[in-house]
T-cell receptor
Framework: KNEVEQSPQNLTAQEGEFITINCSYSVGISALHWLQQHPGGGIVSLFMLSSGKKKHGRLIATINIQEKHSSLHITASHPRDSAVYIC????????????FGTGTRLTIIP | SQTIHQWPATLVQPVGSPLSLECTVEGTSNPNLYWYRQAAGRGLQLLFYSVGIGQISSEVPQNLSASRPQDRQFILSSKKLLLSDSGFYLCALAVSTDTQYFGPGTRLTVL
């Protein structure tokens, strides 16, 4: 079993729909990251969470430490949001190594 | 601000040939540096990390090695490439638990 599980693996939605991507982890963590990977491979860090909720534009990320679960939401989705979204965690050993989920491929149709 | 440079951006190499991928960083001192690989159709996996010059930790047994000859330079190498070494290689740095930066990546194809 992977330490970081994401669902769904693939998601196709119409422009304007509300999107939710889920991430569950099984290890103790110091932080959880949501990353966006574009078709060329480049990765952008969207959020780092250790508790609660963060919002940036149309993106919202939440984390429930007790349940070991995080969600990434996209409101008013747009075709330019199409990308692979990756959940990653840093363990609590202080070396900031990332363990990644397998990613969710999101496609927004105009 | 921190910047990560990787080269080359793409590379096609024959099986059995050597490999050297370079990562250099700017805008920070004594960062933790990481090499990750994303094989085709798979998630990212940590290969090596370094907390300082000459200090390398390997996460998975493999055909690759890493070196950190300078504070801001991290090199990924192989003496003889395998087909299974194909993938997308990312260099990353961390200056704290809540700050991770990723390089542009190198796409390696081994034929």
């Amino acid at each position: 079993k992977n330490e970081v599980e994401q669902s769904p693996q693939n998601l196709t939605a119409q422009e304007g729909e509300f999107i939710t991507i889920n991430c569950s982890y099984s290890v103790g963590i110091s932080a959880l990251h949501w990353l966006q990977q574009h078709p060329g491979g480049g990765i952008v860090s969207l959020f780092m969470l250790s508790s609660g909720k963060k919002k940036h534009g149309r993106l919202i990320a939440t984390i429930n430490i007790q349940e070991k679960h995080s969600s990434l939401h996209i409101t008013a989705s747009h075709p330019r949001d199409s990308a692979v979204y990756i959940c990653a965690v840093t363990d609590n050993f202080g070396n900031e190594k990332l363990t990644f989920g397998t990613g969710t491929r999101l496609t927004i149709i105009p | 601000s921190q910047t990560i440079h990787q080269w080359p951006a793409t590379l096609v190499q024959p099986v059995g040939s050597p490999l050297s991928l370079e990562c250099t960083v700017e805008g920070t001192s004594n960062p933790n540096l990481y090499w990750y690989r994303q094989a085709a159709g798979r998630g990212l996996q940590l290969l090596f990390y370094s907390v300082g010059i000459g200090q390398i930790s390997s996460e998975v047994p493999q055909n690759l090695s890493a070196s950190r000859p300078q504070d801001r330079q991290f090199i990924l190498s192989s003496k003889k490439l395998l087909l299974s070494d194909s993938g997308f290689y990312l260099c990353a740095l961390a200056v704290s638990t809540d700050t991770q930066y990723f390089g542009p990546g190198t796409r390696l194809t081994v034929l």
